[in-house]
């Protein structure tokens, strides 16, 4: 069974930093990609970023571009989001994801829908 915990929210000011983490289990993590997306209250759920399984490809969403850097840690079975210059607008809950099938030669998933496993989500609030 897969599992997936997030950590590392908060409350911050603008302009400050914040590093999720997120630990997978119940599989070998380096055979799949990963995604980080976030869910503003009353909005949808929305992609921002997502890693291949080596590290090696990254996309991030225009709105995080330049600010968010994802990475993973296959040792420790761990995806990073680091959040730098925070802003009011990156306010919600960040959930990191990963499909249920293997990394493939069509590239990184950007929609909900293609993801298959969730972690339980952490809240990130972004004072002005």
């Known amino acids: 069974q897969v599992q997936l915990v997030e950590s590392g929210g908060g409350l911050v000011q603008a302009g400050d930093s914040l590093r999720l983490s997120c630990v997978a289990s119940?599989?070998?993590?380096?055979?799949?990609?990963m995604g980080w997306f976030r869910q503003a209250p009353g909005k949808e759920r929305e992609f921002v970023s997502a890693?291949?399984?080596?590290?090696?490809?990254?996309t991030y969403a225009d709105s995080v571009k330049g600010r968010f850097t994802i990475s993973r840690d296959n040792a420790k079975n761990t995806v990073h989001l680091q959040m730098n210059s925070l802003k009011p607008e990156d306010t919600a809950v960040y959930y990191c994801?990963?499909?249920?099938?293997?990394?493939?030669?069509?590239?990184?998933?950007?929609?909900?829908?293609?993801?298959?496993?969730w972690g339980q989500g952490t809240q990130v609030t972004v004072s002005s």
């Open positions: 994801a990963t499909r249920r099938n293997p990394s493939d030669i069509y590239g990184l998933r950007i929609r909900r829908d293609e993801y298959d496993y």
């Open positions: 119940g599989r070998t993590f380096n055979n799949y990609d």
């Open positions: 890693i291949s399984r080596s590290g090696g490809r990254t």
